[in-house]
Structures are given as structure tokens and as C-alpha cells.
């Protein structure tokens, strides 16, 4: 198990993920973060607003950046 951190990116604004959670590898760590980013769009839609320029960067131990997950990424948006 390796621990990664998570950190939300809004223009403007960056939350860190201080704890970090443990993953498998890193494809169980984008898991994680993909269904975290689709909980947090899901809650933007209910208030009216959804920005598709915010990610979810994961960062392993050393603070490296191993993945970004961006928001505009992770649905399929259709007009049908």
C-alpha cells in the first residue's frame, strides 16, 4: 500500500489534502480520485454551478504529481 495525497484546483483557490489516503497503486488511487471529483461536480450541479477548469491532482509521499484528474475528463456530457 502506498499513501497519496489528493489537492483540489479551482482557479483561484487550492485545497490540500494534509492526511492522504492509502491506495493499492496508482490506478486504485485515480479510482478514488475520479469518484471523489464526481461527488464534489454532482454537489457543484445542485447549487447551479460547475466549473470543468477544476482537477484533482494525486501526489505520491515525496509530493510528486502522478496524475491530474480534470473535471471536464470525467463526464460525458451529451445533448441527448
Not at 489528493?6 to 497503486?25: C, H, K, M, Q, T
Not at 454537489?43 to 447551479?48: C, H, R
Amino acid at each position: 500500500m502506498e499513501r497519496y495525497f489528493l489537492y483540489l484546483n479551482e482557479p483561484g483557490s487550492r485545497i490540500a489534502d494534509d492526511e492522504g489516503f492509502l491506495a493499492v497503486d496508482l490506478n486504485d488511487a485515480i479510482r478514488v480520485a475520479t469518484a471523489g471529483a464526481r461527488e464534489i461536480m454532482a454537489a457543484e450541479i445542485l447549487s447551479g454551478r460547475l466549473c470543468f477548469a477544476t482537477s484533482i491532482q494525486i501526489l505520491n509521499a515525496r509530493g510528486a504529481t502522478m496524475h491530474t484528474a480534470w473535471f471536464k475528463d470525467l463526464v460525458v456530457v451529451t445533448d441527448r
